[in-house]
Nanobody
Framework: QLQLVESGGGLVQAGGSLRLSCAAS????????MGWFRQAPGKEREFVAA????????YYTDSAKGRFTISRDNAKNTVYLQMNSLKPEDTAVYYC?????????????????WGQGTQVTVSS
């Protein structure tokens, strides 16, 4: 079991930055993959970024490449999503997700554990 708690959301102007944090507690392993998803009003939840808990490698959706960076601090059991050059279309609830299946991917069904979400609002 993994418990995930997000923080760091808020209101920011277009072009600004935010860093989201996801504190993980419970059992992680070399097969754990951490991901970020987002859900805008009236839209499906969509993949943003992912990385393994204990090895190298990152995976981003096209809209996040070059603007968002996923990283981790294993000592703090925390995964981050640094978001730069934010746009109004980035407005959404951002969710941290995790899986112990060892597959780095973007499908929602791949992830078994979810946080409660944190709201990010980007004003124009």
């Amino acid at each position: 079991q993994l418990q995930l708690v997000e923080s760091g959301g808020g209101l920011v102007q277009a072009g600004g930055s935010l860093r989201l944090s996801c504190a993980a507690s419970g059992r992680t392993s070399s097969s754990t993959i951490m991901g970020w998803f987002r859900q805008a009003p009236g839209k499906e939840r969509e993949f943003v970024a992912a990385m393994p808990w204990s090895t190298l490698g990152t995976y981003y959706t096209d809209s996040a490449k070059g603007r968002f960076t996923i990283s981790r601090d294993n000592a703090k059991n925390t995964v981050y999503l640094q978001m730069n050059s934010l746009k109004p279309e980035d407005t959404a609830v951002y969710y941290c997700a995790a899986t112990n299946r060892g597959r780095l991917g973007s499908a929602r069904g791949l992830y078994d554990y979810w946080g409660q979400g944190t709201q990010v609002t980007v004003s124009s």
